[in-house]
Nanobody, 125 residues
Framework: QVQLVESGGGLVQPGGSLRLSCAASGSNLDDLAVGWVRQAPGKEREGVACIPRLPPDTYYTDSVKGRFTISRDSAKNTVYLQMNGLNPEDTASYYC??????????????????WGQGTQVTVSA
């Protein structure tokens, strides 16, 4: 079982940027699909981005395309989510999650196998 620790959240003004990190132990993230899922108060969980085990594809929900980028650093066993052009609608708790097996990005976020504890992102003036 993989242990996931997110970091990098915080308070940022609209238009600003943050980079979230998902550091793993217990498993090699290169063997897994890794996704970022967010949940705002009173709303359902939403898959934001995912990188499958095999390159080159990455996947993004429509509202973040062109603003967010998911990437891997194999040497650090870490996955990042670079978030640019943040707006208040991006405010949420952000979770890193992994999927084993074939390492494909799941269509339903409930199909992820393991989850981190989350990091809070607040976008406000």
């Amino acid at each position: 079982q993989v242990q996931l620790v997110e970091s990098g959240g915080g308070l940022v003004q609209p238009g600003g940027s943050l980079r979230l990190s998902c550091a793993a132990s217990g498993s090699n993230l290169d063997d897994l699909a890794v996704g970022w899922v967010r949940q705002a108060p009173g709303k359902e969980r939403e898959g934001v981005a995912c990188i499958p085990r095999l390159p080159p594809d990455t996947y993004y929900t429509d509202s973040v395309k062109g603003r967010f980028t998911i990437s891997r650093d194999s040497a650090k066993n870490t996955v990042y989510l670079q978030m640019n052009g943040l707006n208040p609608e991006d405010t949420a708790s952000y979770y890193c999650a992994t999927k084993g097996g074939w390492g494909l990005c799941p269509r339903d976020v409930s199909d992820y196998d393991d989850w981190g504890q989350g990091t809070q992102v607040t976008v406000s003036a």
